[in-house]
């Protein structure tokens, strides 16, 4: 790591990409994220798990504003979340997500899939979009399917599209909504394996996942949920081998044993 001295003037300090303060949001009755203080800096892999309903993939929801909060802040490399219009398009390209279905544009080919946001909202030149998505489509171990359209593809093939698109607009973040969760057992692996190779690479990630092996070797923290609250956070092998809260001990019991 060089030149992390040279921070802008306006931006965020070094460290911290993703902070969010004392985040609140309600669904009707239900108090699905109950005051969330999470900061994740650059280049860090932060792993959240917990039971379902927990409100693990709300809280992943919320940093880019694909559900709005209630009260409390969260910032992206120093600017609050814009609310709508151009500045909130902005951001989605800066904060790039993959979903638990894959989400493609069934009636364009893969390589139109990656190429898309490039030249929409990047106002990238069509030729060098390509190029690029042709790389990545590469990276991500599909490059022979760019012609091919997400229907013909497997669902860890398109799940690994659906990352290079992410990828394409140069995210500043990845946000990962249990991206394996709809696969089936043999294409996980797949699928991981390309989230490994980002981790190494230096991404700043945030994953929703049910996979504690990727949580064990890929994150640099573990954050755990249950009820709406943040219960625990720390380093894999801590978490792992000597959770501090009952909760965790529990969860961990019944996911571990099986």
Do not use: W, Y
């Not at 060098?128 to 669902?155: H, I, N, W, Y």
């Amino acid at each position: 790591m060089t030149d992390v001295t040279v921070a802008k003037e306006d931006a965020a300090p070094v460290g911290d990409l993703v902070v969010l303060k004392n985040v609140n949001k309600h669904f009707g009755a239900l108090h699905v994220l109950q005051d969330i203080d999470l900061t994740i800096a650059r280049g860090e892999v932060v792993v959240v798990i917990g039971p379902s309903g927990s409100g693990k993939s709300t809280l992943c929801r919320t940093i880019n504003r694909l559900e709005t909060i209630d009260s409390g802040e969260i910032t992206i490399d120093g600017r609050p979340l814009p609310a709508e219009g151009k500045e909130l398009a902005r951001l989605r390209a800066d904060v790039g997500m993959v979903f638990q279905s894959f989400n493609l544009f069934a009636h364009k080919t893969v390589l139109e899939n990656v190429t898309l946001g490039q030249v929409k909202v990047r106002k990238a030149d069509k030729k060098a979009a390509e190029e690029k998505a042709r790389a990545l489509l590469d990276r991500v171990g599909v490059g022979a399917q760019a012609d091919k359209f997400p229907a013909q593809l497997s669902g860890g093939q398109q799940q690994r599209v659906a990352i290079a698109r992410a990828l394409a607009m140069d995210p500043k973040v990845m946000l990962f909504d249990e991206p394996t969760s709809a696969l089936d057992p043999e294409m996980i692996n797949e699928v991981l394996e390309v989230m490994q190779q980002l981790a190494r690479d230096g991404m700043t990630m945030i994953v929703v996942t049910h996979e504690m092996g990727f949580a064990r070797s890929a994150a640099n923290r573990v954050v755990f949920m249950a009820d709406g609250r943040i219960v625990e956070e720390a380093a894999p092998e801590q978490f792992f081998s000597n959770p501090r809260s009952d909760r965790a001990k529990d969860f961990l019991s019944k996911i571990l044993h099986h």
